[in-house]
């Protein structure tokens, strides 16, 4: 890869599935480098699924060496338990990226919908179908969780080349309006 490429990687946080998908960006492109899940045995105890998260985060970090780590936010369901657990499974996959030195950014299954797709109530056949023509591969993996993932880690690159989506979350308009005056319309 050249070394204006920087690598994305994606996370669809679970506790039986975990997606991940990898993206590299150069410029304003995109291009899959990878995408998988890591099935974990629903028999085995909580912390060992957890411990699996870590060391299979540590693999790919260590593997693609990736500047971001862009993570599904969990959604609210009814099932507390459920909820606990995949929040644990959101944050040893979170400390392990920061740990390695990786940023983290977190999207909501909404806000990666509407960025994909452009309708944050679109299902996973649509999200897998619509990454098919933004980073041309044909493959059709077994669990879509490993197209969500890819799915975060594109979100997460059209908000960092989007100057006005990442002005107005991190730094607020007045930074982005002084630092671009050709964009205000003077009366």
């Not at 050249?2 to 960006?25: C, E, F, Q, R, S």
């Not at 150069?26 to 099935?39: P, T, W």
């Amino acid at each position: 890869m050249a070394n204006n490429t920087k690598i994305i990687l994606g996370i669809d946080p679970g506790t039986i599935i975990m997606g991940y998908g990898l993206i590299a960006v150069s410029g304003r492109q995109a291009a899959i480098i990878e995408m998988d899940v890591l099935k974990m045995n629903p028999k085995k105890d909580h912390y060992e699924r957890l411990q699996m998260i870590h060391h299979r985060m540590n693999e790919l970090i260590r593997q693609h060496k990736p500047v971001c780590c862009a993570i599904e936010a969990p959604f609210f369901g009814k099932n507390v338990q459920s909820m606990l657990k995949l929040g644990r499974a959101q944050g040893v996959a979170i400390a392990t990226a920061m740990q390695a030195g990786v940023s983290v950014a977190e999207y909501s299954p909404k806000k990666v919908k509407q960025a994909i797709t452009g309708n944050g109530n679109a299902n996973k056949e649509q999200v897998w179908q619509m990454l098919q023509r933004i980073l041309s591969f044909t493959e059709q993996p077994e669990y879509l969780d490993a197209t969500d993932a890819l799915a975060v880690a594109v979100c997460h690159h059209f908000q960092e080349s989007n100057p006005l989506a990442m002005a107005g979350k991190s730094k607020g308009w007045e930074k982005f309006l002084q630092q671009h005056p050709e964009r205000v319309c003077k009366p």
